[in-house]
């Protein structure tokens, strides 16, 4: 079956260190999605990543797609205590008509 | 209004029970999901609406029996439950289903019923 590899599993970083997670998928990905949940919460849509090699920016924020559309990685500059929460992938692999979560990174942020 | 909105947040309910969750978008999205999520894990996908029929089951058992009234409403039908069911049940739409192409498929996620099965 299709498989979202997610790493780390948990991060735990002091305030104003970077983070970063990536998503590795075993097939070729027509898209992929990045949501946030909180502590308590549900998740958040992020962002939408669609061509090979796309990088996008949202403030602190970095997501980018490989080459190959098989990975996808999200980065924090200097986070906050407001980034705490677990950061899954969502992937669409080609062909297929639905997403597969990634297990998630919980991130924890030591003020 | 970007809300989904289910109802109720909490529900304990024992395995003889029948209940049912409610999610509900005004946004004219025409794709309905319902997930299961365990704590400390992701959302697990369990049924996909499409214009208003069911377009994927992921092998859900029949306890669980989803129904779309109409396309601004999804509900989700429990009937003789197990403590392992025990979970948070998230609604989520988007604008359109994902076997489309170009965009439309962000999911806007409800905050979830949390359900505890005695």
């Known amino acids: 079956g299709q498989q979202v590899m997610q790493i780390p599993q948990y991060q735990h970083v002091q305030e104003g260190e970077d983070f970063t997670t990536y998503c590795n998928s075993s097939?070729?990905?027509?898209?992929i999605q990045w949501y946030k949940q909180r502590p308590g919460g549900h998740p958040v849509f992020l962002i939408q990543?669609?061509?090979?090699?796309e990088v996008k920016k949202q403030k602190r924020l970095t997501f980018q797609f490989g080459e190959a559309k098989k990975n996808s990685s999200l980065h924090i500059t200097a986070t906050q205590t407001t980034d705490v929460g677990t950061y899954f992938c969502?992937?669409?692999?080609?062909?297929?008509?639905?997403?597969?979560f990634g297990s998630g990174t919980k991130l924890n942020v030591k003020p | 209004d970007t809300e989904v909105t289910q109802t109720p947040k909490h529900l304990v309910m024992g395995m003889t029970n029948k209940k049912s969750l409610k999610c509900e978008q005004h946004?004219?999205?025409?794709?309905m999901y319902w997930y299961k999520q365990k704590a400390k894990k992701p959302p697990e996908l369990m049924f996909v609406?499409?214009?208003?029929?069911?377009?994927i089951n992921e092998s859900v058992p029949s306890r669980f029996s989803p129904e779309c009234p109409n396309s601004s409403l999804l509900n989700l039908h429990l009937h003789a439950l197990q403590p392992e069911d025990s979970a948070l049940y998230l609604c989520?739409?988007?604008?359109?289903?994902?076997?489309?192409?170009?965009?439309?498929?962000?999911?806007?996620f409800g905050p979830g019923t949390r359900l505890l099965v005695l």
């Open positions: 609406y499409s214009y208003e029929k069911l377009s």
């Open positions: 990543l669609v061509k090979s090699g």
């Open positions: 946004m004219g999205h025409r794709a």
């Open positions: 989520a739409s988007s604008q359109e289903p994902s076997q489309m192409t170009g965009g439309g498929e962000t999911q806007y």
């Open positions: 969502a992937a669409r692999p080609n062909n297929f008509n639905k997403f597969y």
């Open positions: 097939t070729t990905l027509s898209n």
